[in-house]
T-cell receptor, first 110, second 114 residues
Framework: KQEVTQIPAALSVPEGENLVLNCSFTDSAIYNLQWFRQDPGKGLTSLLLIQSSQREQTSGRLNASLDKSSGRSTLYIAASQPGDSATYLCAPSGNTPLVFGKGTRLSVIA | EAGVAQSPRYKIIEKRQSVAFWCNPISGHATLYWYQQILGQGPKLLIQFQNNGVVDDSQLPKDRFSAERLKGVDSTLKIQPAKLEDSAVYLC????????????FGPGTRLTVT
């Protein structure tokens, strides 16, 4: 059974800092891994999808890496902005659909 | 391209009442998912449809929850009777074919059971 852990659970940083969010999963037999953003009271917005054959994926200030063999993924956010404040969720997908961690709640202070 | 649509956005009911949620996936997406997200937790899969057939409903509390996807497009999720612990956000998602494809989420329905 896939289990997903996200560290840290919460993070507060000043505007402009680069930061890394960590995600670990127990079953490496995955098709892909998605990173999502969730604003309070809202649904999930897909940020990046990394296929199992890929090592990393980039979109703007976001870069996600995947090490399938060790069951780890990281989301790197460059030059953080107050608008980046949200909860970030990672979810690998394999024979079982997306299994989510509890997320990392990010606050970027202006 | 229109996204995943859900309604209602909010619902407040008393325990033991029934409630239904509706989802319209992205056009052409064969797979539809319902998730339950309790406050402070990540979403948990309740049921997965491929066209109008059920692929996975192992985490659906079948004594009170039911779901259907008629004609392989829209879907409804029903709770009858509701319990206090059913208070959560119910999220619908769709993907092109199966778990290997990106999932797109709707805005969710926030259910409060009093």
């Amino acid at each position: 059974k896939q289990e997903v852990t996200q560290i840290p659970a919460a993070l507060s940083v000043p505007e402009g800092e680069n930061l890394v969010l960590n995600c670990s999963f127990t079953d490496s037999a995955i098709y892909n891994l998605q990173w999502f953003r969730q604003d309070p009271g809202k649904g999930l917005t897909s940020l990046l999808l990394i296929q199992s054959s890929q090592r990393e994926q980039t979109s703007g200030r976001l870069n996600a890496s995947l090490d399938k063999s060790s069951g780890r993924s990281t989301l790197y956010i460059a030059a953080s902005q107050p608008g980046d404040s949200a909860t970030y969720l990672c979810a690998p997908s394999g024979n079982t659909p997306l299994v989510f961690g509890k997320g990392t709640r990010l606050s970027v202070i202006a | 391209e229109a996204g995943v649509a859900q309604s209602p956005r909010y619902k407040i009911i008393e325990k033991r009442q029934s409630v239904a949620f509706w989802c319209n996936p992205i056009s052409g997406h064969a797979t539809l998912y319902w998730y339950q997200q309790i406050l402070g937790q990540g979403p948990k899969l309740l049921i997965q449809f491929q066209n109008n057939g059920v692929v996975d409903d192992s985490q659906l509390p079948k004594d009170r929850f039911s779901a259907e996807r008629l004609k392989g497009v829209d879907s409804t999720l029903k709770i009858q009777p509701a319990k206090l612990e059913d208070s959560a956000v119910y999220l619908c998602a769709s993907s092109l074919t199966d778990n290997a494809y990106e999932q797109y989420f709707g805005p969710g329905t926030r259910l409060t059971v009093t």
